[in-house]
């Protein structure tokens, strides 16, 4: 079963960094494909960025463009989201999610285990 843990959220004034962290159990880590979404109330998912189980293809979500940079450590089954130039419209419980395969797309269906979230606030 593979359980995931995220870490890392926190509170931050606009234009701060955060760096979340997710720490992930069993041996998939290394062929699965990971990502980050992130919810606010009464919206759904939003997708953030996602990479696949090598770290080679990466992707973002146009509203983080050019400002959170994904990466993976498979020796350490971890997946970190390095966010930069952090604005109020961030503010939301961020989760971290593993595929069942080598490469996934935006949509949340293609990701079969997720983690408990981490609240991640940006004050004005």
């Known amino acids: 079963q593979v359980q995931l843990v995220e870490s890392g959220g926190g509170l931050v004034q606009a234009g701060g960094s955060l760096r979340l962290s997710c720490a992930a159990s069993?041996?998939?880590?290394?062929?699965?494909?990971m990502g980050w979404f992130r919810q606010v109330p009464g919206k759904e998912r939003e997708y953030v960025s996602g990479?696949?189980?090598?770290?080679?293809?990466?992707r973002y979500g146009d509203s983080v463009k050019g400002r959170f940079i994904i990466s993976r450590d498979n020796a350490k089954n971890t997946v970190y989201l390095q966010m930069n130039s952090l604005k109020p419209e961030d503010t939301a419980v961020y989760f971290c999610?593993?595929?069942?395969?080598?490469?996934?797309?935006?949509?949340?269906?293609?990701?079969?285990?997720w983690g408990q979230g981490t609240q991640v606030t940006v004050s004005s």
């Open positions: 069993g041996r998939t880590f290394s062929g699965a494909a």
């Open positions: 999610a593993q595929s069942t395969t080598m490469f996934a797309g935006t949509g949340v269906n293609e990701y079969a285990y």
């Open positions: 990479i696949n189980n090598s770290g080679w293809i990466i």
